[in-house]
Protein backbone atom coordinates (compact mmCIF):
# COMPACT_ATOMS: atom_id res chain seq x y z
CA UNK A 1 0.00 0.00 0.00
CA UNK A 2 1.70 3.42 -1.11
CA UNK A 3 1.91 5.86 1.74
CA UNK A 4 1.88 9.68 0.60
CA UNK A 5 4.80 11.19 2.26
CA UNK A 6 5.07 15.03 3.11
CA UNK A 7 5.18 17.21 0.00
CA UNK A 8 4.37 13.85 -2.88
CA UNK A 9 1.19 14.09 -4.61
CA UNK A 10 -1.09 11.22 -5.34
CA UNK A 11 -0.07 11.39 -9.27
CA UNK A 12 3.80 11.10 -8.30
CA UNK A 13 3.04 8.55 -6.43
CA UNK A 14 0.96 6.18 -9.00
CA UNK A 15 2.94 7.65 -12.01
CA UNK A 16 5.88 4.82 -11.60
CA UNK A 17 3.72 2.08 -10.41
CA UNK A 18 2.30 -0.84 -12.87
CA UNK A 19 -0.90 0.05 -15.47
CA UNK A 20 -0.25 4.04 -13.67
CA UNK A 21 -1.64 3.05 -10.71
CA UNK A 22 -4.65 1.63 -11.25
CA UNK A 23 -5.67 -0.91 -9.19
CA UNK A 24 -3.17 0.55 -6.20
CA UNK A 25 -4.13 1.23 -3.21
CA UNK A 26 -3.12 4.76 -1.11
CA UNK A 27 -3.73 6.10 2.42
CA UNK A 28 -2.86 9.43 3.63
CA UNK A 29 -0.13 9.99 5.99
CA UNK A 30 -2.56 11.25 8.62
CA UNK A 31 -5.05 8.12 8.62
CA UNK A 32 -3.83 5.26 11.18
CA UNK A 33 -6.41 2.65 10.67
CA UNK A 34 -5.03 -0.34 8.98
CA UNK A 35 -7.99 -0.76 6.71
CA UNK A 36 -8.88 2.97 5.33
CA UNK A 37 -7.19 3.60 2.30
CA UNK A 38 -8.22 4.32 -1.21
CA UNK A 39 -8.87 1.51 -4.17
CA UNK A 40 -7.82 3.84 -7.61
CA UNK A 41 -10.09 2.72 -9.98
CA UNK A 42 -9.68 5.51 -12.82
CA UNK A 43 -6.67 7.94 -13.87
CA UNK A 44 -6.44 10.80 -16.25
CA UNK A 45 -3.12 11.98 -16.91
CA UNK A 46 -2.62 15.32 -18.39
CA UNK A 47 0.48 14.52 -20.60
CA UNK A 48 1.83 17.75 -21.53
CA UNK A 49 2.25 17.86 -17.32
CA UNK A 50 5.30 15.84 -17.88
CA UNK A 51 8.38 17.10 -16.45
CA UNK A 52 11.83 16.47 -17.63
CA UNK A 53 12.59 13.43 -15.04
CA UNK A 54 9.46 11.64 -16.23
CA UNK A 55 7.13 12.55 -13.19
CA UNK A 56 4.21 13.94 -14.26
CA UNK A 57 1.83 16.25 -11.70
CA UNK A 58 -1.02 17.40 -13.31
CA UNK A 59 -4.23 15.05 -13.57
CA UNK A 60 -7.66 13.68 -12.31
CA UNK A 61 -7.99 10.07 -10.12
CA UNK A 62 -11.20 8.52 -9.18
CA UNK A 63 -11.61 5.59 -6.39
CA UNK A 64 -13.33 3.47 -4.20
CA UNK A 65 -13.01 4.98 -0.24
CA UNK A 66 -12.68 2.12 2.37
CA UNK A 67 -12.95 3.42 5.96
CA UNK A 68 -12.40 0.12 8.47
CA UNK A 69 -12.43 -2.60 5.50
CA UNK A 70 -16.00 -1.54 4.24
CA UNK A 71 -16.32 0.41 0.93
CA UNK A 72 -18.12 3.95 1.18
CA UNK A 73 -19.88 5.64 -0.78
CA UNK A 74 -20.15 5.17 -5.10
CA UNK A 75 -17.25 3.29 -6.11
CA UNK A 76 -16.69 6.14 -8.73
CA UNK A 77 -15.45 9.10 -6.37
CA UNK A 78 -12.98 11.78 -7.36
CA UNK A 79 -9.68 11.57 -5.13
CA UNK A 80 -9.53 14.54 -3.39
Not at 21 to 50: E, H, M, S
Not at 53 to 61: F, V
Request: aromatic residues 12%.
Amino acid sequence: MGRLGPGRRLLEVLWPLRNYGIGARVTKPTWTGPDCFWQITKLKYNKRAVRDDGSIRLGKAWGTLHWRGQPVGRPDWRVP
